[in-house]
């Protein structure tokens, strides 16, 4: 019975690369939120998905981040051209019926360093 | 602005004690989590509430959305329970906002 699965858990690119985080679901969830914490700071929302549909990216940088969560497959958070600034562990988290009924379930986080 | 406001900030505590952590805010809400995170950075979630109180183990949470505050409870702490604990409200059906986290070390 996985639990929510990330990956990559580390990740490194170089200045004007792109980075690719992959967040698989628990089995049955259609709610996606992907999440970032700066080193040192708190956790920051950043998108909430359900299966092909973004429900709110107010999170999101406006610029050089996407994020989606294809009918099939893992949801995708993808930063264009990533800066130093972009260095941060990304959290996705999965539920059932959605943040103000049910349970809340975290990935273990993708660590991103921009050299 | 920061719409929640955990306190305190850092909390030491003597294994065996009776632990409070503190959430307020001030944004109409649909639901609160609690949430912990690990030293390893590992999050999960403890709880889910949206009125009155709820027990896990030796866990209690309660909510007082009149009063826009949560509280976190600990009975009998242990070193294990050292982590980061991070309260979550939900204004409304789709983001969170999150506390700045209560770093809670629980010595031996």
């Known amino acids: 019975n996985a639990g929510v699965m990330q990956n990559p858990r580390h990740l490194v690119r170089r200045r004007g690369q792109e980075a690719r985080l992959r967040c698989s679901p628990m089995?049955?969830?259609?709610?996606v939120y992907w999440y970032r914490q700066l080193p040192e700071e708190g956790l920051k929302f950043m998108v909430y998905?359900?299966?092909?549909?973004?429900?709110?990216e107010s999170g999101m940088p406006k610029e050089r981040f996407s994020a989606e969560f294809p009918k099939e497959g893992p949801s995708i958070l993808r930063i264009q051209q990533v800066v130093r600034g972009d260095s941060a562990a990304y959290f996705c988290?999965?539920?059932?019926?959605?943040?103000?009924?049910?349970?809340?379930?975290f990935g273990e986080g993708s660590r991103l360093t921009v050299l | 602005k920061n719409e929640v406001e955990q306190s305190p900030q850092n909390l030491t505590a003597q294994e065996g004690e009776f632990i409070t952590i503190n959430c307020s805010y001030s944004v109409g809400i649909s639901a609160l989590h609690w949430l912990q995170q690990h030293p390893g950075g590992g999050i999960v979630s403890l709880f889910m509430l949206s009125s009155g109180k709820k027990k896990h183990g030796r866990l209690i949470a309660t909510i007082n959305i009149q009063e826009k505050h949560s509280s976190l409870h600990i009975t009998a702490s242990h070193p294990r329970d050292s982590a980061v604990y991070i309260c979550a409200v939900i204004p409304s059906l789709k983001k969170f906002y999150f506390g700045t986290g209560t770093s809670l070390t629980v010595i031996p």
């Open positions: 089995k049955g969830h259609s709610h």
């Open positions: 988290a999965s539920s059932l019926t959605g943040v103000s009924t049910g349970e809340l379930f």
């Open positions: 998905l359900q299966k092909e549909n973004i429900i709110d």
